[in-house]
């Protein structure tokens, strides 16, 4: 169905008939009075799902406690254990002998583990940390590729009450360090070696060199899990191998049970100042919407081979991967591998060979999946069978109409839904999605809130601004799995996320939006303060900005933007000012690629710079303030046509257009 508005035509996809029949919410008279439910009596409606979708050791008898706002709590004299609910109770559901993970490995070798030989596991590991004295209430730091291990030492953690930080292996040793530091964590989970597309990666030696840069004195063991068998260092007292920890420990373990507002995990996002900051989450709000959005979002049925193709490093491989699949007693893939190896296929294979039902990822990979597939028919998703899958989705970015209708049409065969889903490290799961057998889809738009999400765009003042109008995107209700606090900093949580301009009343998400002047759906517009978002992770401009001016050998003053790109979304420009003259020609070259090298071992390779730019200055006004926006348009490569009259050294501006 199509239907023309203006002169752009928008296209309108409907849920498909099967699927409008028999989803969990079948039409949109379900979802509508979903958020009837919720508008009527918005405790009520989540108690209610905490109530079925949990199990609970003691039940909640208060639902939400606003006394302490921003500070929210949910459930609060409620005590559950979120291992318990992802393990054992499926298996007293008579799920023991199901499939929990199906794991493939860089290099294809498939192991499976069942929900009784992944509690097996999660026991042994549990009690294994226990015999070190690791205990409720302590950090771990988990530094490990994608793997069983990987989720089964998350939920280990959850299961003696420890507060898991997992730190994504593409972080370098000081991202890392810091991290440790600010956690105050008492170990450090890891392997020897992350194995991807077909690269080792030293992930132990990593973590030696982290805890050496200092202030990780908090640590008291390293954990090391075999994955390559390569000769690694082992200090003695403090490192263990994962096999010898947990030989001799049984096969169960006692929850721990915690209230619903322990803090199951902490996970480290970039903001806009320099230093990344811990987002925590609670135990029993954030399973249950892990648990609820995986179950209408996704439509998760008993018989569905879910992928959600993230790393266990961000928040989408904790909520779509460690939490809500196994909170639901599905079946799920992990994959440690890269779409790329051993050809761009890889993917579809995997789709193929697994029958995954519902496929959950990103659309900077589709994008260069797509200019994979269209230069090569053999890694083309036509080139595979792909009749299992029923479900499409995606999340981090905006994904550009152009790749919704490919990824629609070849890889999901015209027939299946994509899940555009809005949502952030802070809100531990799905904001603003379709749901499946519900929503008209519409590319590019992430279309509506979940149910009992209050999402809405307003002005600077706070108030409503008419759909049509772009504003800010704000939440004007707490709900279960909200951010509580950043770990050390309250004071940073209030201002990032209930600042005085919004009388502390609304979430600020940090996002620009509009929503459609006829129906209402929302569209992203991207960030409003300075994060970027490079092939769906977020980086702060200013972290970067610390990590160039950090080599103080070289750099006098750096200022980092994003620019729009074809593959990435956004991509990271830099605009530098060095100790010694400008360098031209191959000496800039050469400085560029020095100074890349050295954000990506300050931050990680992720953060590196695609353009570095040199000047004799910044663009800047007569009061000494950065013109950012001119930057923004350099980096474009595009004509400035703002005013330049407040500018006190016009002249820099061919300088920094120019790019070596
Ligand atoms: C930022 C959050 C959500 C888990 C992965 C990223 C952007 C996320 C979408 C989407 C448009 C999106 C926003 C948001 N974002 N999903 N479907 N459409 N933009 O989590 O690293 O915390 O980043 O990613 O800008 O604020 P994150």
């Known amino acids: 169905m199509s239907a023309t508005e203006g002169s752009t035509e928008l296209k309108i996809y409907q849920p498909p008939a099967a699927l409008a029949g028999s989803a969990h919410v079948s039409g949109m008279a379900a979802y509508e009075a979903m958020c009837q439910a919720a508008e009527a009596d918005y405790e009520g409606f989540w108690a209610g799902h905490a109530r079925e979708l949990l199990s609970w050791k003691t039940p909640f008898t208060k639902v939400l406690n606003e006394s302490e706002a921003p500070f929210f709590k949910w459930f609060e004299d409620g005590t559950l254990n979120a291992s318990y609910n992802c393990l054992d109770r499926n298996i007293e559901r008579g799920l023991g002998d199901k499939t929990a993970i199906i794991f493939e490995a860089d290099g294809g070798e498939v192991t499976k583990v069942t929900y009784k030989e992944l509690l097996a596991k999660t026991c042994q590991i549990a009690n294994g940390l226990k015999s070190l004295g690791i205990k409720k209430g302590d950090r771990v730091v988990i530094y490990i590729a994608m793997s069983i291990d990987g989720v089964a030492a998350m939920q280990a953690c959850a299961r003696i009450g420890a507060t898991h930080s997992v730190v994504f292996g593409g972080f370098s040793a000081q991202s890392l360090r810091d991290r440790i530091e600010d956690t105050g964590a008492v170990a450090v989970i890891t392997a020897d070696n992350q194995v991807r597309g077909g690269k080792q990666l030293p992930l132990k030696s990593i973590v030696d060199e982290a ?46 049970w915690v209230s619903a507002e322990h803090p199951l995990f902490l996970l480290y996002t970039s903001g806009s100042t320099g230093k990344p900051k811990g987002v925590q989450h609670s135990t029993g709000g954030y399973l249950l919407h892990a648990a609820l959005t995986t179950k209408l979002t996704f439509d998760l049925k008993a018989d569905d081979v879910f992928w959600c193709t993230a790393d266990i490093g961000w928040v989408t491989g904790h909520t779509y991967i460690t939490y809500g699949p196994l909170a639901l007693g599905g079946t799920e893939i992990v994959f440690e591998g890269v779409p790329t190896y051993p050809d761009a296929g890889r993917f579809w294979k995997m789709i193929q060979d697994h029958k995954v039902s519902i496929f959950y990822t990103a659309p900077t990979a589709i994008r260069s999946l797509i200019k994979a597939a269209e230069a090569n028919d053999a890694v083309h998703p036509k080139s595979y069978n792909l009749s299992s899958l ?61 149910p009992g999400i209050q999402a809405a765009v307003v002005d600077e003042t706070g108030k409503d601004v008419p759909w049509g109008q772009g504003g800010i995107l704000v939440v004007k209700k707490p709900w279960p799995s909200m951010i509580r606090t950043i770990w050390g900093d309250p004071e940073r949580f209030k201002k990032s996320y209930y600042p005085e301009d919004f009388k502390g009343k609304y979430y600020l998400a940090g996002d620009g939006a509009i929503r459609d002047a006829k129906t209402g759906y929302f569209t992203i517009t991207g960030r409003i303060d300075d994060v970027l978002n490079v092939s769906g992770h977020r980086m702060g401009t200013m972290e970067i900005e610390s990590a160039l001016v950090s080599c103080t050998e070289l750099v006098a003053e750096a200022a980092v933007v994003g620019r729009p790109d074809d593959t990435t979304g956004e991509a990271i420009c830099a605009f530098v000012v060095l100790k010694r003259p400008r360098p031209t020609g191959d000496e800039a070259k050469a400085i560029a690629k020095q100074l890349r090298d050295w954000v990506g071992k300050e931050i990680g390779p992720i953060a590196k710079p695609k353009d570095i730019r040199f000047g004799d200055n910044l663009p800047k006004t007569r009061s000494g303030k950065i013109m950012r926006r001119l930057l923004r348009s350099l980096a474009k490569n595009e004509a400035i046509t703002q005013d330049t009259s407040t500018l006190e050294n016009p002249a820099i501006l061919e300088q920094l257009g120019d790019n070596h």
């Not at 490919?406 to 949502?423: A, E, K, L, N, S």
Request: glycine share 12%.
């Open 390 to 450: 029923r479900i499409l989705g995606s999340v981090g970015e905006p994904i550009n109409p152009a790749a919704w209708e490919w990824y629609h049409q070849h890889v999901g065969g015209g027939r299946c839904p994509i899940v555009d889903t809005f949502w952030q490290t802070e809100t531990g799961g799905h904001m603003i999605t379709p749901l499946p057998g519900a929503t008209p889809l519409v590319p590019g738009s992430c279309t509506l809130p979940f």
């Open 211 to 256: 805890l050496a840069l200092g202030g990780c004195d908090s640590v008291k063991n390293v954990l090391v899990v075999k994955r390559s068998g390569a000769a690694i260092a082992m200090t003695a007292g403090r490192d263990l191998w994962m096999a010898d920890v947990v030989a001799s420990q049984p096969t169960s373990c006692e929850p721990e």
